[in-house]
């Protein structure tokens, strides 16, 4: 590569910025690395400006702290290591409760994709609004403000809703209801519980399979995922993921319907920790 | 002897007019910064912006010095703008020609026809090569990788 970087070196700075804006934000890093000339040219805000989403000031207007970044690729490397909280407006529901719907953003550095997590606030959860059936608690760990744990019901509905406008269009998203297993939970492994997305006329369904005698007998998270069973499995951040399904975002505008139940049954469950619900990109 | 008198009677001057397209095109002189000169139709040439200044501001027949471009550059660029300026040309020939236009050209070569495309203010050309050389860049990387 020596010979070829001095020949590309004799470039204007302008036309290797231009050059390395046409490649990803892992190659902008790496060209950084090879001279200072290189330096100069990938670090432009140029570059940068290119790998970020057009609508960054909309989405960095919302952030619900203030946000400060030194420069186009600060900003970038920002928004895509630590999800971003975001307010995405009020919401009322049931008629009487009005409150505050946070998201997070984040920028999949890998596919430079859109991610986006639904706080447990924002998702329709049934009988959430009644502290027997659910709780709403303040979590040091979650990214959230608040979670909320399911006490005790036997109908147990969780909905998300979000318009496809707000995703990356021509990408395949997977949604994940991130929950936690906690200590007491029970009732969760009875029966299968039912997941969908829908999304204008494409619908698709599965079944997960919860083992919770399995994770008492190991005494950890990994026990939940049998190779060939869809279930729930760790995320790296002390949450699990559980897959409510997949769908392709062309460039329409739509609204995903995201949905987690298991009402057939007549028994008694509890013990699941809801942090909210995430859509990525599909590797 | 009665032929000489018929070859003294001079035969009628014919007229032939051409039309607008049998013309022959003007061709521009281009010289390169290491003495190669090229005659250029003027449709290829004037589709570099520099050229086209360049034209405008001497009188015609003068030979257009390109101090930046040597002659290997500058005979490749040329037979990119010769093609360019064919109409019509679609879309899908302009791709398949410009594939093939880079297929057999190397790292250092597609540097060199940049910064020429870049002084020449070919637009088209700066862009199909800084899309070529990302590439490259990224097959670089990803194979060291």
């Avoid at chain 1, 596919?111 to 659910?134: D, F, V």
């Avoid at chain 1, 769908?247 to 987690?260: L, P, T």
């Avoid at chain 2, 027949?61 to 005979?75: A, N, R």
């Amino acid at each position: 590569m020596s010979l070829m970087s001095t020949r590309i070196e004799s470039l204007p700075e302008e036309c290797l910025s231009h050059i390395i804006s046409l490649t990803c934000p892992q190659d902008a890093c790496r060209s950084s690395l090879v001279s200072c000339i290189f330096r100069d040219a990938a670090d432009s805000d140029s570059v940068w400006d290119k790998f970020l989403p057009l609508d960054y000031p909309d989405i960095i207007s919302n952030s619900v702290s203030p946000f400060f970044f030194s420069s186009k690729k600060d900003l970038y490397a920002k928004l895509s290591s630590t999800p971003l909280l975001i307010d995405g407006g009020r919401k009322v529901y049931y008629k009487y409760f009005n409150v505050k719907k946070i998201q997070t953003f984040l920028l999949d550095k890998y596919t430079n994709k859109r991610c986006y997590m639904l706080s447990a606030r924002e998702l329709s959860i049934t009988w959430s609004t009644n502290s027997l059936y659910w709780c709403w608690k303040h979590l040091l760990h979650s990214r959230f403000p608040e979670a909320v744990e399911l006490v005790m019901v036997s109908w147990l509905e969780i909905q998300g809703k979000i318009n496809t406008r707000m995703l990356s269009p021509n990408t395949t998203y997977g949604a994940y209801l991130v929950v936690q297993i906690v200590k007491r939970a029970f009732g969760l492994d009875d029966t299968p519980l039912e997941v969908s997305i829908e999304v204008g006329d494409y619908k698709m369904r599965g079944n997960i399979c919860m083992n919770l005698n399995e994770c008492q007998r190991q005494g950890g998270y990994e026990a939940f995922c049998v190779v060939g069973q869809r279930g729930p499995c760790p995320r790296g951040d002390g949450w699990l993921d559980i897959e409510l399904g997949e769908f392709y975002n062309d460039e329409g505008d739509r609204e995903v319907k995201m949905e987690f139940k298991e009402i057939k049954g007549d028994r008694l469950k509890g013990g699941l920790l809801v942090e909210g619900i995430e859509l990525r990109p599909k590797p | 002897m009665a032929s000489s008198q018929e070859n003294d009677v001079k035969k009628p001057e014919t007229t032939i007019t051409l039309k607008d397209d049998e013309k022959p095109e003007t061709t521009i002189t281009l010289k390169s910064s290491d003495g190669e000169v090229f005659e250029v139709p003027e449709s290829a040439a004037l589709l570099s912006y520099t050229i086209k200044i360049m034209v405008e501001d001497c009188r015609a027949g003068d030979v257009i010095s390109l101090e930046q471009v040597d002659g290997k550059t500058l005979s490749w660029v040329i037979t990119y703008l010769k093609k360019h300026a064919i109409d019509p040309f679609s879309e899908k020939d302009k791709d398949e020609f410009d594939t093939e236009f880079f297929s057999d050209k190397e790292f250092t070569s597609v540097v060199d026809i940049i910064n020429a495309a870049n002084y020449l203010n070919i637009k088209e050309l700066l862009h199909t090569s800084t899309r070529k050389i990302a590439d490259l860049m990224a097959i670089r990387w990803n194979r060291a990788m």
